[in-house]
């Protein structure tokens, strides 16, 4: 009986500390939002955005006003740019994004 008792406090402890770092590790997607659209040059330039898959589809008003390299040290996988749209490459992220951006207009 005096072992269960260890082990299941061993396994607690473990339990705890690995939630801990769960939690630790999960993004706030409402400041990464808000990182977003400052990188863009500001909700004022957003025209159109949308969500395909793992790709965020923005078109700004004025595309020189992006931070391409701060959205890329944000985690977006790739940038491509045609005339006055990007198509970034955000993965599993991108949808949970585009909804905190929804809440930001």
């Known amino acids: 009986m005096e072992n269960f008792l260890q082990y299941f406090i061993i396994i607690l402890i473990l339990l705890i500390i690995a939630f801990a770092i769960i939690r630790s590790k999960r993004k706030d997607f409402n400041l990464e939002a808000n990182k977003l659209v400052e990188y863009l040059g500001g909700k004022d330039n957003l025209i159109s955005y949308e969500v395909k898959e793992s790709r965020f589809l923005v078109t700004l008003k004025d595309i020189n006003k992006v931070n391409k390299e701060a959205i890329q040290k944000m985690g977006a996988k790739g940038i491509v740019e045609i005339d006055n749209q ?7 992220n991108a949808k949970a994004l585009k909804k905190q951006i929804d809440d930001l207009k």
Do not use: C, Y
């Not at 990007?86 to 599993?92: F, R, T, V």
């Open 86 to 92: 990007l198509k970034i490459i955000l993965g599993e």
